[in-house]
């Protein structure tokens, strides 16, 4: 079994409202300087075979049309 | 004319659909775990948040023994509407373009408002007007219908846009004030609104009867 990890997020130019939400809060607490902050999440799991795991993702990890993914071993 | 209304673990709005369709035609419950639409005529998959929406909204359900089976019917033709979650669902299941991501002011969203029919030679529209305005509720945290644009243009072209939200009344974000659509043979549609909930003079209005009297081939005033 191996385990890996994949990152979903929020195509880019697609609209995030939780991650504006978040990058309008940062200055508030004295986090100055912070841009294009995004919130995605992240599907950690452990596989027999880790090279079906991009399959898994066009199936049901993502939504290829509004999430991008990131598959990390 | 039988309605079959799906129930998954999480729906709610299956009995308000379920009675929505009574006023119109026969009508049963179909559970998610069974494979048979027992020969009903149109299926209505309802809102709620089924499998707890966990993941993306609907994206679990679309997997379940009966959406395959709904999928299947689908694709020969039969009548397929999905409210709010169902819609979800149906997108995710690709038998409707398009996906339902959260509101763009991240809030959940309850209120009635106004509507605008733009196809109405649909089997789910045929007893209104092109231009009616439909007054019926939404409530919901994930609405905001997105689209690539070219899909968009695509679909404008088909005719199916069927409903948008009138001016003012886009509160979810939805690209292009989309607020319902069907495939491109127009037998499978999905909104966000809520029908089932106006049915009634009693909640406020009675235009949702519309969508489920235009199915049951039945007089709006049922």
């Known amino acids: ?73 | 004319m039988r309605f079959g209304v799906i129930r998954f673990p999480g729906s709610c709005d299956e009995i308000d659909a379920l009675r929505a369709c009574r006023r119109f035609a026969d009508a049963e419950l179909l559970w998610h775990g069974d494979r048979e639409l027992r020969g009903v005529d149109a299926v209505v998959v309802p809102g709620g948040f089924s499998y707890g929406d966990y993941l993306r909204v609907g994206a679990i359900a679309r997997f379940s023994p009966v959406m395959e089976s709904v999928i299947e019917f689908g694709r020969q033709g039969g009548p397929v509407l999905g409210i709010c979650n169902g819609f979800q669902v149906l997108c995710e299941a690709g038998l409707l373009p398009g996906a339902l991501l959260p509101n763009s002011g991240r809030r959940f969203i309850a209120r009635h408002l106004d509507l605008e029919v733009v196809n109405a030679s649909t089997p789910f529209t045929h007893k209104a007007a092109a231009g009616d305005v439909l007054s019926i509720p939404i409530k919901h945290g994930a609405g905001r219908f997105y689209a690539p644009e070219e899909v968009l243009d695509g679909m404008e072209a088909q005719g199916q846009v069927v409903l948008r939200y009138a001016p003012g009344h886009n509160l979810n974000g939805s690209l292009r004030d989309i607020a319902g659509v069907s495939n491109p043979e127009g037998n499978v549609f999905g909104l966000m609104p809520h029908p089932e909930h106006a049915v009634d003079p009693l909640t406020g209005s009675e235009d949702g009867g519309l969508i489920f009297a235009s199915l049951a081939r039945q007089p709006v005033a049922a």
């Open chain 1, 1 to 73: 079994m191996a385990r890996v990890r994949v990152l979903i997020r929020p195509k880019e130019g697609i609209l995030d409202p939780q991650g504006q939400a978040v990058e309008r809060a940062l200055p508030a607490l004295g986090f100055e300087g912070v841009a294009n902050v995004h919130v995605g999440r992240m599907v950690e799991l452990d596989a027999e075979d880790p090279a079906r795991v991009p399959e898994m993702c066009e199936r049901l990890l993502a939504n290829p049309l509004i999430e991008d993914y990131e598959v990390l071993q």
